[in-house]
């Protein structure tokens, strides 16, 4: 079938890209769906910052390829080998899929699975294959989904089926920034009621950490970030209390204001200034868990002596280290009584020939999740 998509031909090139437009707009041709993989229908797609660094040229990608991880939307086709889903079922995209038989999946460790790991990186779905094509040449997939685009075929095994009552452009917010912010407070970093709070950086999942935080029963939420805008909108969203990352002395202001820091500290920046203040502002016995991707070769120093003296914990969280089968389900619940409103990281709705801005928009820091809508 024919389908317009966004295409990514080169990394890198200048902003603003609604003047470079390192995304083209393309009629390509989409193969059905093989065995065990689903076409679906794209109802909306987040413009997520992993996009953005990919197309920056940050982190190498295999080109040309469909970009767009973040997703929702309604199943179409399925190939043979698939039931656990139909026709018409809503789904969400997931980077986590899995095989279920190497090691790390034997020990519920879904986000380090080996099998699906190469298939990302060489820009294939899980089972080697590419089903998008541009005249006679065949396109690279991206983290095996491609979600920029009408329709994709994915993999099953990277698709958790949603009730239908969720609204599709608030599900696939759950798809990346929610299940990762989430994920950070609820399996790695296990904040408890009680506990002291800090989060450097407020994109998507920076927000989406903070509202865990609050829904986790978080005494005090510290929120940092250097947009002014953000650190209001983090006082609405539950922050005790924001600063600002330029502020001069910031680490020694949030030390003094906690009595020596927090207890959990999520840094979502992906930037090593933002690991340095997440770690200065972990407590004693605290935990710093680093969720936000720099670039391949950003490497963080720390002082090993206080690391073993104070018993902190350096811990990184992957998509919110969980299994996406378990935890949207328990997410949507959250979201359903009101403890979880993730609706509020929603920012625009672009369509194709804005979605070069809605990037632009993304590394100002002027928005927290556009949403692409591709019909």
């Not at 909306?44 to 660094?53: F, R, T, V």
């Not at 969720?166 to 904040?191: H, K, Q, W, Y």
């Not at 672009?350 to 801005?357: C, M, S, Y």
């Amino acid at each position: 079938m024919k389908v317009r998509a966004a295409v990514l031909y080169e990394q890198g090139l200048p902003r603003p890209y609604a003047v470079s437009q390192p995304l083209k707009i393309e009629q390509v041709t989409l193969e059905p769906p093989g065995e065990g993989e689903v076409l679906i229908e794209i109802a909306a797609a987040g413009l997520c910052h992993s996009d953005l660094s990919a197309i920056e040229g940050l982190r190498p990608r295999k080109l040309p390829s469909v970009p767009g991880h973040e997703a929702a939307g309604i199943v179409v086709e399925v190939g043979p080998g698939v039931r656990d889903l139909k026709k018409g079922d809503h789904v969400v995209s997931s980077v986590v899929s899995s095989c279920g038989g190497c090691p790390f999946c034997a020990r519920g460790r879904l986000t380090l699975c080996t099998s699906v790991a190469e298939p990302r990186k060489n820009g294939t779905l899980a089972n080697g294959g590419r089903r998008l094509r541009l005249g006679s040449e065949l396109l690279y997939h991206w983290s095996g989904l491609s979600v920029f685009a009408e329709h994709a075929v994915v993999m099953a095994a990277s698709l958790v089926r949603v009730e239908k009552d969720i609204p599709l452009e608030d599900a696939a917010l759950v798809s990346c920034a929610v299940m990762t912010g989430t994920g950070a407070i609820f399996n790695t970093a296990r904040v408890e009621p009680g506990d002291t709070v800090g989060i450097v950086g407020l994109g998507g999942v920076g927000m989406s950490a903070l509202l865990a935080a609050v829904a986790a029963g978080a005494s005090r939420i510290i929120a940092i970030d250097t947009n002014p805008a953000k650190l209001e909108i983090a006082k609405r969203f539950g922050a005790t209390d924001v600063f600002s990352a330029t502020q001069e002395g910031c680490v020694e202001l949030v030390q003094a204001a906690t009595a020596g820091g927090c207890d959990h500290v999520i840094e979502t920046a992906g930037s090593v200034p933002a690991m340095k203040t997440a770690y200065g502002i972990t407590a004693r016995g605290g935990t710093t868990v680093a969720v936000g991707l720099p670039h391949p070769s950003a490497e963080f120093s720390y002082p090993q002596g206080a690391l073993v003296s104070d018993e902190r914990r350096i811990v990184g969280s992957y998509m919110g280290g969980g299994s996406p089968l378990r935890d949207i389900p328990r997410i949507l619940s959250l979201y359903r009584q009101g403890k979880l409103p993730f609706e509020k990281l929603r920012s625009n709705v672009v369509g194709f020939d804005q979605i070069n801005e809605g990037f632009d928009q993304l590394a100002d820091g002027a928005v927290l999740r556009n949403m692409l809508k591709p019909f």
